[in-house]
């Protein structure tokens, strides 16, 4: 496998913490969650702190930072209260995402190139304190070229709209907008991530793409957890996408 095949796998945790949350219990620990996806072969754990609190919280993310063998990517919304958060954190990686608290989950990608001086200036305070900073958008070549020009690293491509696709058709177009996307990011010298509603069905497509890093990957994994359990429904994605990617 060359170098363009390989692809890591970032293990989203927020909703081992949605199911604590619903009957505010001490289990499930998303923090033993993330020691089992590393022992499987994740590449590195996602979290998003969301405003509203509904899944993860500080005390996960602190005790991620101490216990992680691999990485954290720590998502979040740019406003002050979490700028400062990530400041006394710092993530390895940060993943600046869209947020508005009534949703279900998050609906779009960052809308980069109509607020440049807002993400420039976030991602120059994590940058400055030794984050990796990604930004969550839509596959559009106006918001990669604008993610460039705010002096992002890495954006992480919001595959939600290929993974909602209702027919072959249009889960095609939205797959060719993704892989146009992937070319994009690479051709601005961009890390290209993606992820948002892939499962087991769906993701080998998008693993195939040539160039793309990692994919971050939650909600499926916690689902089929339910039946296999958590380090093998992580392996099994692994392995799923690894050998996507090196037929692909
Ligand atoms: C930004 C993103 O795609 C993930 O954080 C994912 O959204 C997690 O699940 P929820 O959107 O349900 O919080
Ligand atoms: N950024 C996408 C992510 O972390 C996982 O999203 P999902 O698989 O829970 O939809």
Redesign the pocket.
């Known amino acids: 496998m060359t170098d363009a095949n390989r692809i890591l796998l ?1 293990v ?1 945790i ?2 081992v913490a949605t199911l604590r949350q619903a009957r505010g219990t001490r289990y499930p620990d998303p923090v033993k969650a993330a020691l089992d996806a590393e022992e499987a072969g994740a590449d590195g754990i ?1 979290v ?1 702190l969301r405003e509203d609190r509904r899944h993860i919280q500080e005390r996960d993310v602190r005790l991620l930072k101490e216990v992680l063998q691999t990485r954290m990517n720590f ?1 979040m919304g740019v406003t002050e209260e979490m700028l400062a958060f990530a400041e006394e954190i710092r993530p390895a990686h940060v ?1 600046l995402v869209p947020e508005t608290r009534q949703e279900l ?2 609906e779009g990608g960052l809308d980069v190139a109509g607020q440049e001086p807002r993400i420039a200036a976030a991602v120059q305070r994590l940058s400055q304190i030794g984050c990796e900073v990604s930004l ?1 958008i839509d596959p559009e070549e106006r918001q990669i070229e604008a993610s460039k020009r705010v002096g992002a690293p890495a954006i ?1 491509l919001h595959t939600g709209r290929y993974a909602d696709a209702t027919t072959p058709v249009e889960a095609a177009k939205e797959l060719a907008r993704i892989r146009d996307g992937v070319a994009c990011g690479l051709a601005h010298g961009l890390i290209v991530n993606a ?4 499962h087991y069905h769906n993701v080998e497509p998008v693993a195939a793409i040539a160039g793309i890093n990692e994919l ?5 994994l916690v689902a089929h957890a339910l039946f296999v359990g958590f380090k093998q429904a992580v392996l099994e994605m692994k392995q799923l996408i690894v050998a996507a990617a090196s037929r692909g």
Request: glycine letters at 20%; proline letters at 0%.
């Open positions: 970032g989203n927020d909703h996602t998003h998502e993943c989950t998050t969550f992480e992820g948002h509603g892939l971050n990957i939650g909600h499926a």
